[in-house]
């Protein structure tokens, strides 16, 4: 384990743990995120998620965007046949909502299984990924997908100045190494890895800043 400021990194696997108590505005996120909808950078961003499910899951499969906020990546794929839900823990989420499908604020209400589950600039904010992940997995259908795009610590030796490191916000990054190795023990095995979304999104002028990867359930 090497210790810097605000932050420690496994040497093994490359997980980051931020020093730090994450806060979240759920609802600040989610009316950025509405006033984005239409947007050049939405549609590039969203566009590129919808490609990313469409090479690994068919077209009227049910799909679960786990933290949807309003509903941006929803309303793109549900153009494509896919019958869509969302969980956002915001509750404005449902009355600002760009999708037709709806959203659940509560995981409670979420019914069923998914052939594949979402979860883009997510998973990076849990602060107890083994609850969230076990409850992800019970989610899951058979053969079900799930996909996740998170910052990249692996992109540079030193993250202090690392663009996605933000210690008010989240909680974890994950290397591909690391995220591997803890979705195996739920029986999700590796599939798929890309920085696509980096490539669009050039924070901190890296293209390689955001991993996503797909899993496939065993």
């Given at each position: 384990?090497?210790?810097?400021?605000?932050?420690?990194?496994c040497?093994?696997?490359?997980l980051?743990?931020?020093?730090?108590?994450?806060?979240?505005?759920?609802?600040?996120?989610?009316?950025?995120?509405?006033?984005?909808?239409?947007?050049?950078?939405?549609?590039r961003?969203?566009?590129?998620?919808?490609?990313?499910?469409?090479?690994?899951?068919e077209?009227?499969?049910?799909?679960?965007?786990?933290?949807c906020?309003?509903?941006?990546?929803?309303?793109r794929?549900e153009?494509?046949?896919?019958?869509?839900?969302?969980?956002e823990?915001s509750?404005?989420?449902p009355?600002?909502?760009?999708?037709?499908?709806?959203?659940?604020?509560?995981?409670?209400?979420?019914?069923?299984?998914?052939?594949?589950?979402?979860l883009f600039d997510?998973?990076?904010?849990?602060?107890?990924?083994?609850?969230?992940?076990?409850?992800?997995?019970?989610?899951?259908?058979?053969?079900?997908?799930?996909?996740?795009?998170?910052?990249?610590?692996?992109?540079?030796?030193?993250?202090?100045?690392?663009?996605?490191?933000?210690?008010?916000?989240?909680?974890?990054?994950?290397?591909?190494?690391?995220l591997?190795?803890?979705?195996?023990?739920?029986?999700?095995?590796?599939?798929?890895?890309?920085?696509?979304?980096?490539?669009i999104?050039?924070?901190?002028?890296?293209?390689?800043?955001l991993?996503?990867?797909v899993?496939?359930?065993?």
């Open positions: 384990m090497v210790e810097k400021t605000g932050y420690s990194r040497l093994d696997c490359g980051v743990r931020i020093h730090a108590s994450t806060t979240h505005d759920l609802d600040d996120y989610t009316r950025q995120y509405r006033s984005l909808f239409g947007s050049d950078l939405e549609v961003i969203n566009v590129n998620r919808v490609a990313t499910v469409m090479k690994f899951v077209t009227g499969k049910r799909v679960l965007d786990f933290g906020s309003c509903g941006s990546f929803l309303a794929l153009q494509y046949g896919y019958k869509c839900e969302g969980y823990p509750k404005i989420a009355d600002n909502k760009t999708c037709v499908a709806p959203i659940h604020t509560n995981t409670e209400d979420i019914e069923g299984k998914f052939d594949c589950i979402t997510v998973f990076e904010h849990l602060e107890n990924p083994v609850e969230a992940t076990h409850l992800l997995r019970s989610l899951l259908a058979p053969g079900g997908h799930l996909i996740i795009i998170t910052p990249n610590p692996e992109c540079r030796e030193d993250l202090e100045n690392f663009y996605h490191l933000k210690p008010s916000e989240h909680a974890y990054l994950w290397s591909l190494g690391s591997t190795k803890f979705m195996r023990g739920y029986e999700l095995m590796y599939e798929y890895d890309d920085f696509s979304e980096g490539q999104r050039r924070n901190a002028g890296s293209s390689d800043t991993l996503a990867v899993f496939i359930a065993s």
